[in-house]
């Protein structure tokens, strides 16, 4: 049996298993239909949509209704073979009451209007392999998965370029400056034998913190230099920029500093600005 033929009599299993939620709803609810005080217009929408409902979802499991895992065949994407999401797999069953027309389109071009619409195909397992394997299908595979890392690369540099040029625009700021030079003039700096020129500016974050009722801005400016790292941190007090001592961290990544962490001193002339 042809596939198209497959999906006629699978649609035909389809179709009379779908009435029965409104036969399992009118059962419990038997005493009440025919009373005055009954929610008649409840009670007929229910039994309406219940059918409805079920045939709008008969292919969300794994995308193969009841009457597609008798005759074994599957919802797929027409490109990739692969079962579509599930938004696409209750498009393609909006159309079901067009039966009389899909039936024919099916039989004459081998797919529905919800098909058409939707991207989809229902094959068997053996033709979905053959598609599969065909060069045109893997041509369109492959196409997608280029564009795909295409999109990719592009956001990644767009996002490193970016973030570089928010780098640059901090340099600018007096709070960067003050930063900056609390980190060269400072002992523990000078300790770890790190040459200002080799400074790499690498981060950068600002922050607002409620305590109280009083809101705090913060920044956090970090460095690089000869193999360590180094993170000053800003607290806006009064308007007045300053160092915070406490959570300011030096941390070398050498034998000696690793895992060490240490408050850096500052001249009093670098602890602020306005």
């Known amino acids: 049996m042809s596939d198209r033929f497959k999906r006629i009599a699978a649609f035909l299993i389809d179709w009379n298993p779908s009435f029965l939620p409104s036969v399992i709803i009118a059962f419990f609810l038997k005493d009440m239909i025919g009373q005055p005080q009954a929610p008649v217009v409840f009670l007929f929408l229910l039994l309406i949509l219940a059918p409805f409902a079920a045939v709008l979802l008969r292919d969300v499991p794994r995308g193969r209704s009841i009457g597609k895992r008798i005759m074994k065949l599957y919802v797929c994407d027409q490109t990739t073979m692969e079962i579509p999401a599930t938004g696409r797999r209750i498009k393609r069953s909006l159309f079901f009451f067009?039966?009389?027309i899909d039936t024919v389109l099916l039989l004459v071009t081998g797919q529905t209007i919800g098909d058409r619409v939707a991207h989809t195909a229902v094959l068997s397992a053996s033709a979905m392999e053959e598609?599969?394997?065909s060069p045109v299908a893997k041509h369109k595979t492959r196409r997608t998965v280029i564009t795909i890392l295409a999109i990719?690369?592009?956001?990644?540099?767009?996002?490193i370029c970016a973030v570089f040029l928010l780098l640059e625009a901090q340099k600018d700021t007096p709070e960067y400056k003050l930063a900056y030079d609390y980190?060269?003039?400072?002992?523990?700096f000078r300790d770890q034998g790190?040459?200002?020129?080799?400074?790499?500016?690498?981060?950068?974050s600002s922050s607002?913190?409620?305590?109280?009722?009083?809101?705090t801005r913060t920044l956090t400016y970090g460095f690089l230099a000869a193999g360590h790292s180094y993170q000053v941190i800003l607290h806006e007090v009064d308007g007045t920029w300053q160092i915070c001592?406490?959570?300011?961290?030096f941390q070398g990544s050498s034998e000696r500093y690793s895992g060490k962490h240490q408050t850096a001193p500052s001249p009093k002339m670098l602890t602020s600005v306005a």
């Open 98 to 100: 067009l039966y009389p």
């Open 131 to 133: 598609r599969r394997q």
């Open 152 to 159: 990719v690369l592009l956001f990644m540099i767009i996002l």
């Open 183 to 188: 980190l060269v003039s400072s002992e523990a």
């Open 194 to 204: 790190a040459d200002p020129a080799q400074i790499v500016f690498n981060q950068y």
């Open 208 to 215: 607002t913190s409620t305590s109280n009722g009083v809101q």
């Open 245 to 249: 001592e406490e959570c300011t961290t």
